[in-house]
């Protein structure tokens, strides 16, 4: 791929100088999904091009946590069926020692979607859950923003033949890394300033939606008939945050979202997904779920029905939201044409919600109250956070106000204001 060196520093450097913002003799750890231990192998060339692009901005030291998919299907195949609800012993508070050191945190993913198709739905979830709850310490900091920290991806050959089955590998993984880069900005001039201008962009909208002070959201679409209530004090963000040392930083590379946190108790309704979720090596396609005062009541899949039940039964947290994001469907990403059946991309083709844990940043003083209190503010608190998405075309939302009045916030899947 005669442009691919040049696509990898381009995206190594947005990642450092945007992504994380690494501020000289900060150190930065590189990870990757966790129930696989780390950043795939098939990063590398990725993963050392942000080292050096690191090392460049003053970085004292830069580690990677190393994970392979052909070593996490080893497990499935092999290991004891009675160990799947055993974690590494040292990953969990490792990953809490960097992000109370003030370590940059950067996760890589180049994960392939259907790693785990063919394995027991019993055994993923184990893993998952397994996972989930010994990384709570850690998630809980990235929920209040403790240290700086990013998500970006990486190209791999199987996630590649994924979103282009109808071509060879090498062209598959070529066209991929193309739509990475086009839709990170990294074919503009200036990728760090086009992604700065980006971010100015969305604030200004989440500025708009957090003057409006909505006591709901009303949506309305095939498939959607949903109320989501909004506490008191919910803070609209976008796609910059900033850490407690001041550092601003974007959270996800891509992103196209506003988001916020609903009410834990306050979500009635059915809601449909509008694209396939991939989580935990598996797909979950084609789910219905159905909410009363905010937990989900009844829940259908065309695939991964089992995994999508299970996911939901984590813990008490599982079953309730715990953020709420619009994206309008004109997005670059949504207009691609492209199913990315990754997380990171899909979610920023679609408004979408999150079942699980609510982010601490989201409600004003949120991070610095105890759970309970949280709770009591309408935060919601879980070990798991998995977004899916339920925006499309025919999306209408409605924003009401605290005297019932309602106003338009999108039709059509567009800002009903532009």
């Given at each position: 791929?005669?442009?691919?060196?040049a696509?990898?520093?381009?995206?190594?450097?947005?990642?450092?100088?945007?992504?994380?913002?690494?501020q000289?003799g900060?150190?930065?750890?590189?990870?990757g999904?966790?129930?696989?231990?780390?950043?795939?192998?098939?990063?590398?060339?990725l993963?050392?091009?942000?080292?050096?692009?690191?090392?460049?901005?003053?970085?004292?030291?830069?580690?990677?946590?190393?994970?392979?998919?052909?070593l996490?299907?080893?497990?499935?195949?092999?290991?004891?069926?009675?160990?799947?609800?055993?974690?590494?012993?040292?990953?969990?508070?490792?990953?809490?020692?960097?992000?109370?050191a003030?370590?940059?945190?950067?996760?890589?993913?180049?994960?392939?979607?259907?790693?785990?198709?063919?394995?027991?739905?019993?055994?993923?979830?184990?893993?998952?859950?397994?996972?989930?709850?010994?990384?709570?310490?850690?998630?809980?900091?990235?929920?209040?923003?403790?240290?700086?920290?990013?998500?970006?991806?990486?190209?791999?050959?199987?996630?590649?033949?994924?979103?282009?089955?109808?071509?060879?590998?090498?062209?598959?993984?070529?066209?991929?890394?193309?739509?990475?880069?086009?839709?990170?900005?990294?074919?503009?001039p200036?990728?760090?300033a086009a992604?700065?201008s980006?971010?100015?962009?969305?604030?200004?909208?989440?500025?708009?939606?957090?003057?409006s002070?909505?006591?709901?959201?009303?949506?309305?679409?095939?498939?959607?008939?949903?109320?989501?209530?909004?506490?008191?004090?919910?803070v609209?963000?976008?796609g910059?945050?900033?850490?407690?040392?001041?550092?601003?930083f974007?959270?996800?590379?891509?992103?196209?979202?506003?988001?916020?946190?609903?009410?834990?108790?306050?979500?009635?309704?059915?809601?449909?997904?509008?694209?396939?979720?991939?989580?935990?090596?598996?797909?979950?396609?084609?789910?219905?779920?159905?909410?009363?005062?905010?937990?989900?009541v009844?829940?259908?899949?065309?695939?991964?029905?089992?995994?999508?039940?299970?996911?939901?039964?984590?813990?008490?947290?599982?079953?309730?939201?715990?953020?709420?994001?619009?994206?309008?469907?004109?997005?670059?990403?949504?207009?691609?044409?492209?199913?990315?059946?990754?997380?990171?991309?899909?979610?920023?083709?679609?408004?979408?919600?999150?079942?699980?844990?609510?982010?601490t940043?989201?409600?004003?003083?949120?991070?610095?109250?105890?759970?309970?209190?949280?709770?009591?503010?309408?935060?919601n608190?879980?070990a798991?956070?998995?977004?899916?998405?339920?925006?499309?075309?025919?999306?209408?939302?409605?924003?009401?106000?605290?005297?019932?009045?309602?106003?338009?916030?999108?039709?059509?899947?567009?800002?009903?204001?532009?």
């Amino acid at each position: 791929m005669r442009n691919l060196q040049a696509i990898l520093r381009a995206h190594a450097d947005l990642a450092v100088k945007v992504g994380v913002n690494l501020q000289p003799g900060q150190r930065l750890l590189v990870i990757g999904p966790l129930a696989n231990g780390g950043v795939a192998l098939e990063a590398a060339p990725l993963v050392r091009e942000i080292a050096a692009s690191a090392y460049r901005a003053g970085a004292r030291l830069v580690e990677a946590l190393w994970g392979d998919e052909a070593l996490q299907l080893a497990r499935f195949r092999l290991a004891p069926r009675d160990s799947f609800d055993e974690t590494s012993r040292f990953l969990p508070a490792a990953l809490v020692e960097h992000a109370d050191a003030g370590d940059a945190i950067l996760s890589v993913y180049a994960n392939d979607p259907d790693q785990l198709k063919d394995e027991d739905p019993g055994l993923i979830t184990a893993v998952q859950q397994a996972t989930a709850r010994a990384a709570r310490p850690f998630r809980e900091r990235i929920s209040r923003n403790a240290t700086n920290w990013s998500v970006v991806a990486a190209a791999a050959p199987a996630w590649a033949r994924r979103v282009f089955p109808d071509v060879d590998q090498d062209r598959a993984l070529e066209r991929l890394w193309d739509t990475i880069a086009r839709l990170c900005r990294l074919d503009a001039p200036d990728p760090v300033a086009a992604w700065r201008s980006h971010l100015e962009s969305l604030t200004m909208r989440k500025d708009r939606l957090n003057q409006s002070r909505y006591k709901a959201l009303r949506y309305r679409g095939p498939g959607i008939d949903l109320t989501i209530g909004l506490p008191e004090g919910h803070v609209w963000v976008s796609g910059q945050s900033t850490s407690p040392r001041g550092i601003a930083f974007a959270p996800n590379i891509p992103t196209e979202e506003v988001f916020t946190l609903p009410h834990k108790d306050r979500v009635d309704g059915v809601v449909s997904s509008s694209r396939p979720l991939s989580y935990g090596g598996t797909l979950i396609d084609d789910f219905r779920i159905e909410f009363i005062e905010g937990r989900a009541v009844r829940a259908t899949a065309a695939k991964g029905e089992a995994v999508l039940r299970e996911l939901i039964g984590t813990d008490g947290g599982a079953a309730r939201l715990g953020e709420v994001a619009l994206v309008p469907h004109g997005s670059p990403i949504s207009q691609s044409g492209l199913l990315f059946y990754n997380t990171l991309f899909d979610e920023n083709a679609a408004s979408h919600v999150a079942l699980g844990s609510a982010y601490t940043f989201t409600l004003a003083g949120g991070a610095a109250l105890s759970d309970h209190d949280f709770e009591r503010a309408g935060g919601n608190r879980s070990a798991v956070h998995v977004d899916f998405m339920i925006g499309s075309g025919g999306l209408d939302i409605d924003g009401v106000r605290h005297d019932g009045a309602t106003e338009p916030l999108m039709r059509a899947g567009e800002w009903a204001e532009a």
